[in-house]
T-cell receptor, first 112, second 112 residues
Framework: GESVGLHLPTLSVQEGDNSIINCAYS??????FIWYKQESGKGPQFIID?????DKRQGQRVTVLLNKTVKHLSLQIAATQPGDSAVYFC???????????FGKGTTLSVSS | KAGVTQTPRYLIKTRGQQVTLSCSPI?????VSWYQQTPGQGLQFLFE???????NKGNFPGRFSGRQFSNSRSEMNVSTLELGDSALYLC???????????FGPGTRLTVT
């Protein structure tokens, strides 16, 4: 079946560290992936996306890596800040291309 | 550019009642998707509308329905509410499903 999962439900880092949040997906035919950040009491916020014809894409302090061989997606956050504390979700377009399938989420906690 | 708005933000209903939630997408976006978010099940896709047509539907009972108007605003309706329908209902708008989606703040529905 289709599923998107994350390796760790929680991740705790110190301010200034680099954070890496991982996600495994099951559908090898997926060609579009998104990372979202959700803060308490808010809706998910788009961070960065990547298509399957790319291995890496960079944004402001964030990098998404896609390894299609092992069906693995990761989000790297450089110089993590307390404001980065949130739940991070990866999502993929499902096999039929008709819906976004979300993983369970990783809670990132950043301490000063 | 205004973001995605959802009304109401909070709602309390009793079992057996019905509810209608509203979503106004970002101007120019024709795709509106709805999701249910609960602690146990995470973010689950309900349905997606594009240019007033329901293109995709998730695995939810027929009590969940929706529609989209010519101005792309969308409503979702839940009839015969059950306790298990208590959740955060989120809508997301995008130019199309495989483009970055922007979420609203959600409607917190509590069924008693």
């Amino acid at each position: 079946g289709e599923s998107v999962g994350l390796h760790l439900p929680t991740l705790s880092v110190q301010e200034g560290d680099n954070s890496i949040i991982n996600c495994a997906y099951s559908n090898s035919a997926s060609d579009y992936f998104i990372w979202y950040k959700q803060e308490s009491g808010k809706g998910p916020q788009f961070i960065i996306d990547i298509r399957s014809n790319m291995d890496k894409r960079q944004g402001q302090r964030v990098t998404v890596l896609l390894n299609k061989t092992v069906k693995h997606l990761s989000l790297q956050i450089a110089a993590t800040q307390p404001g980065d504390s949130a739940v991070y979700f990866c999502a993929e377009i499902n096999q039929a291309g008709t819906a976004l399938i979300f993983g369970k989420g990783t809670t990132l906690s950043v301490s000063s | 550019k205004a973001g995605v708005t959802q009304t109401p933000r909070y709602l309390i209903k009793t079992r057996g009642q019905q509810v209608t939630l509203s979503c106004s997408p970002i101007s120019g976006h024709r795709s509106v998707s709805w999701y249910q978010q609960t602690p146990g099940q995470g973010l689950q896709f309900l349905f997606e509308y594009f240019s007033e047509t329901q293109r995709n539907k998730g695995n939810f009972p027929g009590r969940f329905s929706g529609r989209q108007f010519s101005n792309s605003r969308s409503e979702m309706n839940v009839s015969t509410l059950e306790l298990g329908d208590s959740a955060l209902y989120l809508c997301a708008s995008s130019l199309d499903l495989d483009r970055e989606g922007y979420f609203g703040p959600g409607t917190r529905l509590t069924v008693t």
